[in-house]
């Protein structure tokens, strides 16, 4: 049997429902993080989040990996002597702002975006208020609004915003505008050929239909449950086999699946958290 040497694999995750519940807690996921980074495996977010939340959540959990903020709309990492580079991938959000008006003018149906809801309706909708509001607000290249609530008012907007040359894609909670190809699995590609490991094997793990594009790009693609089960959206990739299904929610089943689906690491005694 092949080894592969495991610094050729990228753990790629979302972390909003994947690493993360939806009270934002990763603890159940610290024991497998520590783990890839004694085995020197990068663990690079890929997330709806911006620049400088993922910032926040590097120094916490004491990363230093590159990631993908925004649904793909740049990557980021930092150089060898630690400074921050970054690439955008697509429209900046003052582009991408006037288009979600124009867009409700043709949907005729409000669209809210994240920048203008009051602190109690981003309470109550995301959980978030005072200074985590505001980094989750300052947005660089998409903007986050309130979907429409049916699925044929989804679809429309969708095709609205193909004719603008525009994508919107699908998380847990809103959705987000972004510019034409923008997609985590466009940003993975990019970040693959910046630096220099086109052959790097990825483990990719999502929980929502914005993730889709990321598991397509994975080499192992595993598809994070909440407690009711996968996403609807992505239950046809698991039934027909082109996503693995972890066997726990959140960061437990992020665990769990790192763990079993990273060559070597089953050898790790790491406790399960
Ligand atoms: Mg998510």
Redesign the pocket.
């Known amino acids: 049997m092949t080894t592969i040497p495991q610094s050729h694999w990228w753990v790629v995750t979302?972390?909003?429902?994947?690493l993360m519940d939806h009270h934002y807690d990763w603890s159940a996921a610290m024991g497998a993080i520590h783990c890839l980074q004694r085995h020197g495996i990068p663990v690079i977010p890929c997330?709806?989040k911006t620049v400088e939340e993922v910032l926040c959540f590097r120094e916490q959990v004491g990363l230093r990996d590159p990631f993908i903020v925004e649904n793909g709309g740049a990557i980021y990492g930092e150089s060898a002597t630690g400074e921050l580079w970054h690439q955008p991938l697509g429209p900046s959000w003052s582009q991408l702002r006037p288009q979600l008006a124009a867009l409700e003018q043709e949907l005729g149906e409000p669209l809210q975006a994240l920048d203008d809801l009051s602190d109690t309706d981003a309470d109550r909708l995301l959980g978030l208020s005072g200074e985590a509001l505001k980094q989750a607000q300052r947005r660089q290249c998409s903007v986050p609004f309130v979907p429409p609530t049916t699925p044929g008012s989804r679809q429309r907007l969708q095709l609205l915003a193909e004719t603008r040359q525009l994508g919107v894609v699908q998380?847990?909670r809103l959705g987000h505008l972004l510019g034409g190809g923008v997609s985590k699995g466009q940003a993975l590609q990019t970040l693959k050929q910046r630096l220099g490991v086109p052959g790097v094997k990825v483990l990719a793990l999502?929980?929502?239909p914005?993730?889709l594009p990321l598991l397509e790009a994975g080499d192992c693609a595993v598809v994070v449950p909440g407690p009711d089960g996968p996403h609807p959206e992505l239950q046809a990739g698991v039934a027909e086999g082109r996503y693995r299904l972890a066997p726990a929610p959140h960061g437990k089943g992020w665990s769990a699946a790192v763990l079993r689906w990273i060559p070597g690491l089953q050898y790790d005694h790491t406790p399960m958290v």
Not at 14 to 18: E, F, K, V
């Open positions: 979302d972390l909003d429902g994947t997330t709806s998380g847990n999502g929980d929502s914005n993730d």
